[in-house]
């Protein structure tokens, strides 16, 4: 058995949450919680590999780099904004 590892996104969505994974095409989501839409996600995955392996279609491989950036700016700034907008 071969392992596959895939960087999944979960964002909140209303009262759910939206799960997907960037390098699978189409490959997307929903849940309650957080934990069950990473059992969505991890199912979904199972899936589409299936679906690639049945199909003889290249499994895609994960090349994607995941940051987080944090920005700062002064406040004056956004009540500038607030007036102009």
């Known amino acids: 058995m ?16 939206h799960g997907f994974v960037p390098a699978l095409s189409g490959c ?24 690639c392996s049945k199909n003889n279609d290249p499994i895609p491989s994960d090349d994607g780099l995941q940051s987080i950036e944090t920005v700062s700016i002064p406040i004056f700034s956004l009540k500038q904004r607030k007036v102009y907008a």
Do not use: C, P, V
């Not at 071969?2 to 949450?17: C, P």
């Not at 979904?44 to 299936?50: R, S, T, V």
């Open 28 to 51: 997307h989501t929903y849940g309650k919680t957080i934990e069950e839409t990473k059992k969505n996600l991890n199912e979904a995955i199972e899936g589409y590999l299936i679906s």
């Open 2 to 17: 071969k392992s596959y590892s895939f960087r999944t996104i979960i964002e909140k969505d209303g009262k759910q949450y």
